[in-house]
């Protein structure tokens, strides 16, 4: 397995920046509460919490803490697809999301609910960290020595950021966003006058958009304990030169931000923190993952369908390679987390098991080998019907007695893989297959005729099984991979499976007939 080395190589990087720092060496992953947060969002924690641990083990003696961040002050841009309640949350929008009702009604606003997703995750698998919600930070005056400093600055940013927009937005701009006084939206207001020497802006809330509507309030406010917030890049810039933060990663859509703010940060006389570059996740239709959208794997879906183990694996792979995430691709993660399991040696600290043992809670060693996966128990699970996640268990266990070595590990893997058909197949989201060709339907028939025979003699075997599906193909001079796609979609109405034998052999006799029995159904269906 490949070696994991670019956590050790961050922790180089940081570990030169901080050698003379006294204090805390602060690491920032940041998050916008916008929608329900998803795999993207844990990623960055996940990633992040990779490169405390090869810095905590190369720098023992030195002190380091995660400051996770939440945009909660944010306004409101637009409704994702996949909350509730659309109509309670529209006159909202434009409002800080920390103003915005809870579309599910269990939080006191809206992003109190996403805040709280987020670190039930966090907290259910164990991270170490130290939430920091924005609006908190500016509502108990955390940032104001920080705003005043901008306010000091206001000319020099001024300067730099203008440069970066087209010119008709240049006289408008200003980093200040002032919470309107009458309507309670930010996303509404020009500030028409800074009065750097009381720390106060004069603005107007006169900015419309399609869904958005201003008041038209004029007003003056002071620009601390929450009456306004810096735009996004100044905040940034903010945020780094008031905690001192000394590493932070970002997707690639930032990299911009990231230089822009780090030139802010140098009018504030703050060193920028070291920035990492990941690539975004995309879904399995090659699509970016967005909050809007709500595609993706949601953290509560990936809690119910697998072990957190198998999505830090995943998460441990080069960063800066664009990767697909989604349902459909979830048993061939679990799978390659299992063969980690086998095959590595959790002592290296550049091993994948190491990095997941940091965290995980469930250190697992001397998993034996056996064709027990995650695909295959899916596919048995999806042919139990009214089963449950202990009849899978004993069906994997007659299967492979060894696994009971690692039962722990086994019923956790059967409780997930009955989460997960169950919902996949309520949801239909995995499209059913049909064979290409037809033709090879009598040899359909031939195999169970065998397969009968076989189980008569009484226990049949994987190995046995599995080469009287090969002994028909070779019989009839079959190409293999045509004469197994046709199986798995003759048998499983889809487009690969796992080892025949073992699944027959999982399965039992009255099982397997019945796979047979519903293909042949289907095939009189059809023609
Ligand atoms: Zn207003």
Not at 35 to 55: C, K, S, Y
Not at 214 to 219: L, N, P, V
């Amino acid at each position: 397995m490949a070696k994991y080395n670019w956590p050790h190589q961050e922790a180089k990087r940081i570990a030169t920046r901080t050698r003379n720092k006294q204090g805390d060496i602060l690491f920032e992953t940041g998050y916008g509460p916008s929608g329900l947060p998803h795999i993207g969002t844990f990623a960055e924690v996940a990633r992040t919490t990779f490169v405390m641990n090869a810095f905590r083990h190369a720098n023992p003696d030195k002190s380091i803490k995660l400051i996770a961040f939440s945009d909660d002050m944010d306004g409101m841009r637009n409704i994702p697809e996949n909350v509730p309640n659309h109509e309670l949350l529209a006159p909202h929008l434009g409002a800080s999301l920390s103003v915005v009702p809870d579309p599910y009604a269990e939080a006191e606003s809206y992003s109190a609910n996403m805040n709280s997703r987020l670190r039930h995750f966090l907290d259910h698998y164990g991270f170490d960290y130290e939430f920091r919600s924005s609006t908190d930070c500016y509502k108990n005056g955390v940032f104001n020595d920080g705003l005043k400093h901008i306010m000091d600055h206001y000319e020099q940013i001024r300067n730099l950021f203008i440069n970066t927009i087209s010119p008709d937005k240049r006289d408008a701009w200003s980093p200040f966003f002032p919470v309107c006084e009458q309507c309670g939206k930010i996303n509404t207001t020009t500030v028409t006058q800074a009065h750097l020497d009381d720390y106060e802006v004069s603005y107007v809330c006169d900015k419309n958009d399609e869904d958005v509507r201003s008041c038209g309030h004029q007003g003056r406010t002071t620009i601390l304990d929450g009456n306004a917030k810096v735009g996004w890049k100044v905040d940034w810039a903010l945020r780094w030169h008031v905690f001192g933060v000394d590493y932070e990663m970002h997707g690639k859509d930032l990299i911009d931000s990231a230089k822009l703010s780090s030139k802010i940060c140098s009018i504030l006389e703050t060193k920028s923190p070291i920035n990492y570059k990941y690539e975004l996740f995309l879904d399995e239709n090659g699509a970016k993952i967005s909050k809007k959208i709500g595609n993706g794997v949601s953290m509560e879906q990936w809690q119910a369908y697998a072990p957190v183990e198998a999505l830090l694996l995943f998460l441990l792979e080069d960063p800066n390679k664009a990767r697909k995430m989604g349902l459909s691709i979830l048993p061939t993660l679990v799978d390659n987390y299992l063969k980690a399991l086998r095959t590595e040696d959790q002592t290296q600290p550049t091993s994948a098991l190491w990095f997941i043992n940091q965290i995980s809670q469930h250190i697992i060693s001397g998993l034996q080998p056996s064709d027990v996966s995650y695909s295959l128990l899916v596919n048995v699970a999806e042919n139990l019907h009214d089963g449950d996640a202990d009849l899978l268990y004993d069906y994997a266990k007659k299967y492979d007695a060894g696994i009971a070595d690692n039962e722990d590990l086994f019923r956790r893997l059967c409780t997930h893989v009955m989460a997960y058909t169950k919902d996949m197949e309520a949801a239909g989201i995995i499209a059913k297959a049909s064979p290409d060709d037809v033709s090879l339907f009598p040899h359909l028939l031939e195999l169970r005729e065998e397969l009968n025979v076989l189980y008569q003699q009484g226990e049949a075997s994987a190995e046995q099984l599995q080469s009287t599906v090969f002994s028909i193909a070779k019989r009839h001079d079959l190409n293999q991979r045509d004469w197994f796609k046709f199986l798995y979609q003759s048998l499983l109405e889809k487009n690969q499976g796992p080892r025949l034998g073992s699944l027959f052999s999982m399965l039992e006799q009255d099982r397997v007939d019945k796979l047979f029995c519903d293909a042949i159904k289907r095939n009189a269906d059809n023609t």
